[in-house]
């Protein structure tokens, strides 16, 4: 199943470095790779400020990444709720909140989610 991500690059301070080259919001995936070179996602996130400083704060926690920019706030949450469906990944237990003072819902389920 494809992701529409970027990557994998390695979660590691140079890899992030390298892949994302200013502050930008978006999504990620943190995983590894199977034996046949296929992604295997184990937690997806986002950041609707700085993926790099978000990344950075998960070295040590996964072997790769793969990531997407989004242009505003709205889509970052939004396309965090797809991979969260979409891949049911082991390490996200919870639905993603969504990002306060909004009251978006989820595009897939119609979640109102706010922890």
Same mark, same amino acid.
């Given at each position: 199943?494809?992701?529409?991500?970027?990557?994998?690059?390695?979660?590691?301070?140079?890899?992030?470095?390298?892949?994302?080259?200013?502050?930008?919001?978006?999504?990620?995936?943190?995983?590894?790779?199977?034996?046949?070179?296929?992604?295997?996602?184990?937690?997806?996130?986002?950041? !609707?400020?700085?993926?790099?400083? &978000?990344?950075? $704060? =998960?070295?040590?926690?996964?072997?790769?990444?793969?990531?997407?920019?989004? *242009?505003? !706030?709205?889509?970052?949450?939004? &396309?965090?709720? $797809? =991979?969260?469906?979409?891949?049911?990944?082991?390490?996200?237990?919870?639905? *993603?909140?969504?990002?306060?003072?909004?009251?978006?819902?989820?595009?897939?389920?119609?979640?109102?989610?706010?922890?």
């Amino acid at each position: 199943m494809k992701s529409g991500l970027k990557g994998p690059y390695r979660l590691t301070a140079d890899g992030i470095d390298a892949a994302i080259l200013e502050a930008e919001k978006g999504v990620f995936a943190l995983g590894h790779e199977d034996y046949e070179g296929r992604f295997r996602i184990a937690h997806v996130g986002r950041s !609707d400020l700085d993926l790099r400083k &978000a990344l950075r $704060e =998960l070295i040590g926690t996964s072997a790769s990444f793969k990531y997407l920019e989004t *242009p505003n !706030d709205r889509e970052t949450f939004e &396309a965090h709720c $797809e =991979l969260f469906h979409k891949f049911k990944p082991p390490g996200n237990h919870l639905h *993603p909140d969504r990002p306060k003072g909004t009251n978006w819902v989820c595009p897939r389920c119609m979640a109102l989610q706010n922890r």
